[in-house]
């Protein structure tokens, strides 16, 4: 085994859905963590279910213990409290602090502290990978290319249509281009 510098680490977010700066995120954190959970976050609610995200994390990060939880801490609290409610539920999850917790967000330095655990912050500026889950939430089609596998670029456009969903009709043109007329009539044409 490689001699890294933590023995154990913790990633955690929604994924929703997976990007490249996820995996930007999860890869730092596998190249300095012997043994590395990532907790999945998912509310019934969202339209990509949390099952599939976790699959679709263990699927491209085979090396990730891969952990799919309820993200059920109420956010109606001060960001210390939700930290700190966020860091006990992650040590009673794992069943131990980690020694280091990896994100790319602004709560990652107290959701650590409160844990007992090193920060390690990745990017969160966004300069290596200029992507952002809400990004692509906002606009599927502009942010494409930063989805990874199993659904993004150099994929099937049948992997990725899952996530694409909201559109209602799909039609095949005779010039080999797809058309989709979307919910809200507006009309996106792939050549």
Same mark, same amino acid.
């Given at each position: 085994m490689d001699n890294k510098k933590y023995k154990t680490g913790v990633v955690v977010g929604k994924f929703?859905?997976?990007? +490249?700066?996820?995996?930007?995120?999860i890869n730092t954190a596998l190249e300095n963590t012997e043994?590395?959970?990532?907790?999945?976050? *998912?509310?019934?609610?969202?339209?990509?279910?949390?099952?599939?995200r976790a699959k679709w994390i263990e699927e491209i990060h085979p090396d990730a213990n891969v952990m799919l939880i309820d993200d059920n801490i109420p956010e109606d609290q001060t960001p210390e409290n939700y @930290?700190?409610?966020? *860091?006990? /539920?992650?040590?009673?999850?794992?069943?131990? *602090?980690?020694?280091? *917790?990896?994100?790319?967000?602004?709560?990652?330095? $107290?959701? @650590?502290?409160?844990m007992g655990s090193e920060?390690?912050?990745?990017?969160?500026?966004?300069?290596?990978?200029?992507? @952002?889950?809400?990004?692509? &939430?906002s606009n599927p089609l502009? /942010?494409?290319?930063?989805?990874e596998a199993p659904f993004g +670029?150099?994929?099937?456009?049948?992997? $990725?249509?899952? /996530?694409? $969903? &909201?559109?209602?009709?799909l039609f095949f043109l005779t010039d080999g281009s797809i058309?989709?007329?979307t919910a809200k009539k507006n009309i996106l044409h792939i050549q």
């Amino acid at each position: 085994m490689d001699n890294k510098k933590y023995k154990t680490g913790v990633v955690v977010g929604k994924f929703y859905p997976p990007h +490249k700066g996820h995996h930007y995120l999860i890869n730092t954190a596998l190249e300095n963590t012997e043994n590395l959970t990532v907790l999945v976050c *998912a509310k019934k609610e969202q339209l990509i279910p949390g099952e599939l995200r976790a699959k679709w994390i263990e699927e491209i990060h085979p090396d990730a213990n891969v952990m799919l939880i309820d993200d059920n801490i109420p956010e109606d609290q001060t960001p210390e409290n939700y @930290s700190k409610a966020w *860091a006990d /539920y992650t040590i009673k999850l794992l069943g131990y *602090a980690p020694d280091v *917790a990896f994100t790319s967000e602004e709560y990652g330095k $107290r959701w @650590s502290q409160y844990m007992g655990s090193e920060h390690f912050l990745v990017d969160m500026e966004r300069n290596t990978i200029p992507c @952002s889950g809400t990004l692509v &939430r906002s606009n599927p089609l502009k /942010y494409l290319d930063f989805l990874e596998a199993p659904f993004g +670029k150099g994929n099937s456009f049948f992997k $990725r249509l899952f /996530y694409l $969903r &909201r559109f209602d009709v799909l039609f095949f043109l005779t010039d080999g281009s797809i058309c989709y007329p979307t919910a809200k009539k507006n009309i996106l044409h792939i050549q």
